[in-house]
């Protein structure tokens, strides 16, 4: 039974969960006993959460529903990069400059666009039935499709070669672990993958994969262009594969929706909605009604007082002192808007705050009279424009129909990486001439011009000051950097000066460029603040740091391995007592250091044993504590164990 938003209910829904961190947030946030609980003598104490973009606003309203005083900064506009830019003259037509389409399986943000009763509608993307028809120009030929099948065989050698090559990963398991809710089979399939991808990028498990070894350069080109649900996807062929894992497997890719009138309607929502349960304030309470309705300036420094309180500088100069801070613009700016004083972060986190990599972005826009493309060719019978994805400057051009007699929106174009960049120096009116120049050689009879009304709208997220870019993009070798940003709400075992700070957003999150992620991330933080202030979850409802022990996501070793063991392996930690023989009893030790060893080999097992503090999963093809070593591999943990003595 597929729902009414396209939701597939069978097996359970596709949902953002997971895979490296597969808590249910969706559970979390609407379960009747409530998120957790503030001692008493705490409720009204003030904390600071410096940014207004989707994470800050979420942590803020779950915080002031647990009777804390959220006090938000925001350096520019409410909603961040949930950004709706009206048009001049027409009411409530606008452009989204940043966040667009939502996946359906984004479940956490979907709440809170349920709680304020926003209207989603599918996206117009390549091939959808929004979309009507699509365009696809690549080298100069030009194709008109209504579906896949309306294409040349080649295209569907693609989608099916991209198909089988996830198949080589297990996306359909990983999905129906997902479905299931099924954590220890989820753990087992997603960790496994994790040391392996890591390294590698998205070109190299196209380009690898046994079902796109066998087709041609020009598949892979293709693919790059058009392939999977969005198009476009070749400006993320140098990052990390992970990543690319993750918005597959967890639906990010498809059933996207857009919100009705902007998604920025979300983040100022939640700022003005009134909160019908809440402790300690009134009911009906607002963010906006405990900040006199408007957030206070940027912030200019963080640092920590003597009594241990951190102290916030905004742009004004006007210090505030609070017991917890959650950050959530991005990490670049703790480098070059914000004085950050450096002791409160260690210099792991430092180094993974500023290797963040971005993506760069650009979009531009203009409001039509009407939405002409629907018009027919009276000699071809088809559309007289389409969502269009090209190799040419405007990469991929999206039509937004608000119906009979109301203007219509175009984004001409929408593009990132290389192609942003070339647009990246020039003004508004030029973008826009260089993208009809494009569309010209695609749509040679059309005046696309002459239907342009208002002023155009453009934005590149890399040149503003408060962002430098448009969201993550980590590239191979960055997931211990993504590792140590996300667990660092599990603040128990930090040296006191380094707790009470906070991270959350698009930087934090494993699933960047999507929203979904930086909520998940904001939750996340709403525990941390909740458990340094002495709070605690509902027995009923544990939280995400209540299970992080248990499920949080692995941890690769600092120590990299030999790549040729062979024959066992080892995932999160493993200790090993080893004798000079060749059969060793394997031991578990706790509070030692830990040895890790990765594997190829298909045949690792987990004993499903696992332990906290140090302790972990053991892996092996043995079940019964006992691991058969080879020399190699008996002399490589006796070195290992030596190293951490
Ligand atoms: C071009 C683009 C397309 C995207 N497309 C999608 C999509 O289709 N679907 C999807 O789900 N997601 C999409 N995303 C991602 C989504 O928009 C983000 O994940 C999400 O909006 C990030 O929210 P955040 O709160 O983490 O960060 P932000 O929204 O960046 O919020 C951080 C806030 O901090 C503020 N700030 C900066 N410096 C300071 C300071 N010194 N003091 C106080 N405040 C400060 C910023 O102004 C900003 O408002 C897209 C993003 C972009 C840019």
Same mark, same amino acid.
């Given at each position: 039974?597929?729902?009414?938003?396209?939701?597939?209910?069978?097996?359970?829904?596709?949902?953002?969960?997971?895979?490296?961190?597969?808590?249910?947030?969706?559970?979390?946030?609407?379960?009747?006993?409530?998120?957790?609980?503030?001692?008493?003598?705490?409720?009204?104490?003030?904390?600071?959460?410096?940014? &207004?973009?989707?994470?800050?606003?979420?942590?803020?309203?779950?915080?002031?529903?647990?009777?804390?005083?959220?006090?938000?900064?925001?350096?520019?506009?409410?909603?961040?990069?949930?950004?709706?830019?009206?048009?001049?003259?027409?009411?409530?037509?606008?452009?989204?400059?940043?966040?667009?389409?939502?996946?359906?399986?984004?479940?956490?943000?979907?709440?809170?666009?349920?709680?304020?009763?926003?209207?989603?509608?599918?996206?117009?993307?390549?091939?959808?039935?929004?979309?009507?028809?699509? @365009?696809?120009?690549?080298?100069?030929?030009?194709?008109?499709?209504?579906?896949?099948?309306? +294409?040349?065989?080649?295209?569907?050698?693609?989608?099916? &070669?991209?198909?089988?090559?996830? !198949?080589?990963?297990?996306? =359909?398991?990983?999905?129906?672990?997902?479905?299931?809710?099924?954590?220890?089979?989820?753990?087992?399939?997603?960790?496994?993958?994790?040391?392996?991808?890591?390294?590698?990028?998205?070109?190299? $498990? @196209?380009?690898?994969?046994?079902?796109?070894?066998?087709?041609?350069?020009?598949?892979?080109?293709?693919?790059?262009? @058009?392939?999977?649900?969005?198009?476009?996807?070749?400006?993320?062929?140098?990052?990390?594969?992970?990543?690319?894992?993750?918005?597959?497997?967890?639906?990010?890719?498809?059933?996207?929706?857009?919100?009705?009138?902007?998604?920025?309607?979300?983040?100022?929502?939640?700022?003005?909605?009134?909160?019908?349960?809440?402790?300690?304030?009134?009911?009906?309470?607002?963010?906006?009604?405990?900040?006199?309705?408007?957030?206070?300036?940027?912030?200019?420094?963080?640092?920590?007082?003597?009594?241990?309180?951190?102290?916030?500088?905004?742009?004004?100069?006007?210090?505030?002192?609070?017991?917890?801070?959650?950050?959530?613009?991005?990490?670049?700016?703790?480098? =070059?808007?914000?004085?950050?004083?450096?002791?409160?972060?260690?210099?792991?986190?430092?180094?993974?705050?500023?290797?963040?990599?971005?993506?760069?972005?650009?979009?531009?826009?203009?409001?039509?009279?009407?939405? $002409?493309?629907?018009?027919?060719?009276?000699? =071809?019978?088809?559309?007289?424009?389409?969502?269009?994805?090209?190799?040419?400057?405007?990469?991929?051009?999206?039509?937004?129909?608000?119906?009979?007699?109301?203007?219509? @929106?175009?984004?001409?174009?929408?593009?990132?990486?290389?192609?942003?960049?070339?647009?990246?120096?020039?003004?508004?009116?030029?973008?826009?001439?260089?993208?009809?120049?494009?569309?010209?050689?695609?749509?040679?009879?059309?005046?696309?011009?002459?239907?342009?009304?208002?002023?155009?709208?453009?934005?590149?997220? !890399?040149?503003?000051?408060?962002?430098?870019?448009?969201?993550?993009?980590?590239?191979?070798?960055?997931?211990?950097?993504?590792?140590?940003?996300?667990?660092?709400?599990?603040?128990?075992?930090?040296?006191?000066?380094?707790?009470?700070?906070?991270?959350?957003?698009?930087?934090?999150?494993?699933?960047?460029?999507?929203?979904?992620?930086?909520?998940?991330?904001?939750?996340?933080?709403?525990?941390?603040?909740?458990?340094?202030?002495?709070?605690?979850?509902?027995?009923?409802?544990?939280?995400?740091?209540?299970?992080?022990?248990?499920?949080?996501?692995?941890? +690769?070793?600092?120590?990299?391995?030999?790549?040729?063991?062979?024959?066992?392996?080892?995932?999160?930690?493993?200790?090993?007592?080893?004798?000079?023989?060749?059969?060793?009893?394997?031991?578990?030790?706790?509070?030692?250091?830990?040895?890790?060893?990765?594997?190829?080999?298909?045949?690792?097992?987990?004993?499903?044993?696992?332990?906290?503090?140090?302790?972990?999963?053991?892996?092996?093809?043995?079940?019964?504590?006992?691991?058969?070593?080879?020399?190699?591999?008996?002399?490589?943990?006796?070195?290992?164990?030596?190293?951490?003595?």
């Amino acid at each position: 039974m597929v729902n009414e938003r396209g939701r597939d209910e069978r097996q359970g829904p596709l949902t953002i969960f997971g895979p490296d961190f597969p808590f249910p947030f969706d559970d979390w946030i609407t379960h009747p006993a409530g998120m957790g609980s503030i001692p008493a003598e705490r409720h009204g104490e003030e904390v600071a959460v410096i940014g &207004a973009g989707i994470s800050g606003l979420v942590a803020a309203y779950e915080l002031m529903r647990l009777g804390l005083k959220p006090v938000v900064y925001e350096a520019s506009r409410i909603g961040g990069r949930l950004r709706s830019q009206a048009f001049e003259g027409a009411e409530g037509v606008v452009a989204e400059l940043g966040g667009m389409r939502f996946p359906v399986s984004g479940t956490s943000f979907y709440h809170y666009i349920d709680m304020l009763g926003l209207a989603t509608r599918p996206f117009p993307n390549p091939l959808s039935e929004e979309a009507g028809s699509t @365009v696809i120009d690549l080298e100069g030929v030009t194709l008109y499709a209504r579906t896949l099948e309306d +294409l040349p065989p080649l295209f569907t050698e693609v989608a099916d &070669a991209w198909a089988q090559a996830l !198949e080589e990963v297990r996306c =359909t398991d990983i999905q129906d672990a997902i479905r299931a809710r099924d954590v220890p089979m989820l753990k087992s399939l997603w960790n496994d993958l994790v040391p392996r991808w890591d390294d590698r990028t998205f070109y190299d $498990f @196209v380009a690898s994969s046994k079902a796109f070894s066998s087709l041609s350069f020009h598949h892979r080109e293709v693919f790059g262009h @058009v392939g999977f649900g969005t198009g476009g996807w070749d400006s993320d062929y140098p990052n990390s594969m992970l990543e690319i894992f993750r918005v597959v497997m967890t639906g990010c890719d498809e059933n996207q929706r857009l919100v009705v009138g902007g998604a920025e309607q979300v983040p100022r929502g939640i700022w003005h909605h009134r909160a019908p349960r809440l402790a300690y304030w009134p009911a009906g309470t607002s963010l906006a009604s405990l900040h006199s309705g408007a957030p206070k300036a940027g912030v200019a420094k963080i640092a920590r007082d003597p009594d241990g309180q951190l102290a916030v500088t905004d742009a004004w100069g006007d210090v505030r002192r609070y017991p917890a801070v959650l950050i959530t613009c991005q990490s670049w700016l703790l480098t =070059t808007q914000i004085d950050t004083q450096e002791s409160l972060f260690s210099q792991k986190i430092w180094a993974a705050l500023d290797r963040t990599r971005y993506m760069q972005s650009s979009k531009t826009f203009v409001l039509v009279d009407r939405p $002409f493309w629907k018009d027919k060719d009276p000699r =071809t019978g088809r559309d007289v424009m389409s969502m269009t994805l090209t190799d040419r400057l405007t990469r991929g051009t999206y039509l937004f129909d608000n119906g009979p007699g109301q203007p219509g @929106v175009i984004c001409l174009t929408y593009s990132w990486m290389s192609d942003a960049l070339k647009m990246l120096p020039e003004p508004v009116d030029r973008r826009v001439r260089l993208a009809l120049n494009a569309l010209h050689k695609i749509y040679p009879d059309l005046d696309i011009a002459s239907h342009i009304i208002s002023d155009p709208i453009t934005v590149s997220w !890399e040149a503003d000051r408060n962002f430098l870019g448009a969201f993550k993009g980590a590239l191979p070798g960055h997931y211990r950097y993504n590792h140590r940003m996300y667990a660092h709400f599990m603040q128990d075992r930090m040296p006191a000066e380094q707790r009470g700070i906070f991270m959350a957003g698009d930087d934090v999150s494993w699933t960047p460029a999507w929203a979904e992620g930086a909520v998940q991330t904001s939750l996340n933080a709403v525990w941390g603040v909740m458990h340094h202030l002495g709070g605690q979850t509902h027995p009923d409802n544990p939280g995400p740091g209540d299970v992080f022990a248990d499920i949080g996501p692995i941890e +690769l070793p600092e120590l990299l391995e030999e790549p040729q063991l062979g024959g066992w392996a080892a995932s999160r930690v493993c200790c090993f007592r080893v004798r000079p023989l060749r059969w060793a009893a394997l031991s578990v030790v706790a509070g030692a250091a830990p040895v890790l060893a990765r594997s190829q080999s298909p045949d690792r097992r987990c004993d499903g044993r696992s332990a906290r503090d140090g302790l972990g999963y053991i892996l092996g093809p043995a079940h019964s504590g006992r691991v058969l070593l080879t020399e190699d591999q008996n002399e490589y943990v006796s070195s290992m164990l030596s190293r951490h003595a």
